[in-house]
C-alpha cells in the first residue's frame, strides 16, 4: 500500500507532502483508497461531504465500527500524518481475516476530506460538516489563497457542492469510531512504548491578524514617515512566544501574507496566522487575549490599524471513557506491550466527532517527535505494532 501510496503529491524538491482538498493530488489518494476498498470486496461510497467509506457489512444494520483518519496535508507535510491511519485500517482489516476472525457488527474504515485545512484555512472540514459543526452556508463560504471557492473546487474535481449538510443518520450508525495516528511529540519515544491510548486533545484555534498600513518606496520614505504593518507584526511574533511561555501553552505564527510583496516596497498589509493551544480553556484565553492586547498596543504606535479575527477554534475534547477503558482492557489482555494514556496537542477527526458520537485514538511511536514536516517518521516495527493494535481493538470490539 506504502508503495503506491507514497509517489502521491511528493514535492521532488522538498520531499514533502502537498495533498491539498480537492486538488489533483487528493484526487490521486481518493483513487487509491478506493481500489483498496475494491481489491478487498468492500462496498465503496463517498458521503454528502466528500468523505470516503469502505465497508464489511451493511452500515444500516447500525452499531458500526470504524476506523480511519485521512489522507490530505499541511503543505510540506509528512508521509505518517493521516495516511499511517488510513493503511494500518487497511492491514488491520487483513490481519483480522487472517485471523479468520468473525465480524458480527459492520466495519468501516473512512478517509475524512480536508483534515489539515491547508487550503481553505479551515481543518476537519469533512468531519465538522458531518457532525453538524459547520454549515454548509458557512463552507460555502471558505475560500483558498487564489480566492476559489470552496464550492468551486469541488466542482472542478467532479464533486457537487450542494450536498453538504450534516449527516446525523451516518453518525447514528456509529457505536465506535477509533482513529489511529502517529504520534506527532515525543512521549512514547521518552516512556519507550510502541503505541499508546488518547486521553484527551488540547483546546486550539487559528486567529488572523490583519495590520494595514501605508505601502510606499523603501529607499525615498523617511523612517519617521512610515506606517510599516511588518513592524507590529514583528513584535507581536515575540509577544506570542512571550506569552505561550508564561502559561505554558503554545503560540506559533506559521502563515503569513504581505501585500504587495515587493522587496523595495513598505507593505500596505501583513496578513499572519496565530496557532495557539494549550492543555485548559482557561490559559488557551488569557495567552490569546495577551497576545491581541500587545498587537494593537504595537500597531497603534506604528500608526497601523488592526483586525483580528478568530476562524476557528475546538474546545478541549476528551476521548469517550467507556471505549478509552475497554480499548486499554482488550489490548491489555491481547499484547505484551504496555499501553500508556496520553494526551495531544494536534487536532484530529476524531476529536470533532467525539461531540456526537463514541470516539477513541491509538497512537504510534514517533521516535523525533516532529511532524507536519518531511522529516516525519515512524519504524516499521512500530506501524506493524500499531496494525497488531488496531486488528486487536477491532476484533475485541466486532467480532465474536
Ligand atoms: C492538525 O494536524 C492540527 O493539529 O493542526
Ligand atoms: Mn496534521
Ligand atoms: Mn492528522
Not at 483546546?203 to 525615498?220: C, K, Q, S, V, Y
Not at 506569552?243 to 500596505?268: D, M, Q, R, Y
Not at 491489555?332 to 466527532?353: M, N, Q
Request: glycine share 12%; aromatic share 6%; charged share 25%.
Amino acid at each position: 500500500m506504502w508503495a503506491e501510496l507514497l509517489p502521491v503529491g511528493r514535492s521532488s524538491a522538498s520531499g514533502g507532502y502537498r495533498r491539498y482538498a480537492w486538488t489533483g493530488a487528493d484526487t490521486d489518494c481518493r483513487a487509491w483508497f478506493r481500489e483498496q476498498a475494491e481489491a478487498r470486496g468492500l462496498a465503496h461510497e463517498t458521503d454528502r461531504n466528500g468523505n470516503q467509506w469502505a465497508w464489511l457489512g451493511d452500515p444500516a444494520a447500525g452499531n458500526a465500527v470504524v476506523t480511519g483518519s485521512h489522507l490530505d496535508s499541511v503543505p510540506d507535510g509528512g508521509a505518517f500524518d493521516g495516511p499511517l491511519g488510513v493503511v494500518s485500517a487497511f492491514a488491520a482489516l487483513d490481519e483480522l481475516r487472517g485471523r479468520g476472525a468473525r465480524v458480527t457488527r459492520p466495519l468501516g474504515i473512512v478517509n475524512f476530506g480536508d483534515e489539515e485545512g491547508a487550503r481553505f484555512g479551515l481543518a476537519c472540514v469533512g468531519s465538522r460538516l458531518t457532525a453538524g459543526a459547520l454549515t454548509a452556508e458557512q463552507a460555502h463560504r471558505l475560500t483558498d489563497g487564489d480566492g476559489i471557492t470552496l464550492p468551486q473546487a469541488m466542482e472542478t474535481a467532479g464533486y457537487d457542492p450542494d450536498t453538504l449538510g450534516p449527516d446525523p443518520e451516518r453518525l447514528a450508525r456509529i457505536g465506535a469510531f477509533v482513529e489511529l495516528h502517529v504520534e506527532q511529540g515525543r512521549a512514547l519515544d521518552l516512556s519507550g512504548d510502541r503505541i499508546g491510548i488518547a486521553s484527551a486533545i488540547w483546546p486550539h484555534g487559528r486567529w488572523r491578524f490583519d495590520f494595514r498600513g501605508e505601502a510606499n518606496h523603501a529607499g525615498t520614505t523617511r523612517l519617521a514617515d512610515r506606517h510599516d504593518p511588518m513592524l507590529p507584526y514583528a513584535e507581536t511574533v515575540l509577544a506570542a512566544r512571550r506569552e505561550a511561555e508564561l502559561a505554558g501553552a503554545v503560540a506559533t505564527f506559521g502563515k503569513i501574507g504581505v501585500e504587495p510583496n515587493g522587496v523595495n516596497a513598505i507593505p500596505s498589509l501583513v496578513r499572519g496566522w496565530l496557532d495557539s493551544r494549550a492543555a485548559d480553556q482557561a490559559s488557551l484565553d488569557t495567552v490569546v487575549t495577551g497576545i491581541e492586547k500587545a498587537a494593537r498596543e504595537y500597531a497603534a504606535a506604528r500608526g497601523v490599524d488592526l483586525d483580528v479575527v478568530r476562524e476557528s477554534f475546538t474546545p478541549v475534547v476528551e476521548f469517550d471513557h467507556a471505549l478509552r477503558d475497554e480499548l486499554a482492557r482488550i489490548l491489555g489482555t491481547r499484547t505484551e506491550l504496555k499501553v500508556p494514556v496520553l494526551g495531544t496537542g494536534a487536532g484530529h477527526d476524531a476529536g470533532i466527532l467525539s461531540d456526537r458520537i463514541p470516539t477513541a485514538m491509538l497512537f504510534v511511536r514517533n521516535p523525533t517527535g516532529v511532524s507536519h514536516s518531511p522529516a516525519e517518521y515512524a519504524a516499521e516495527d512500530d506501524c506493524v505494532a500499531g496494525v497488531n493494535a488496531l486488528a486487536d481493538v477491532l476484533e475485541g470490539l466486532a467480532c465474536t
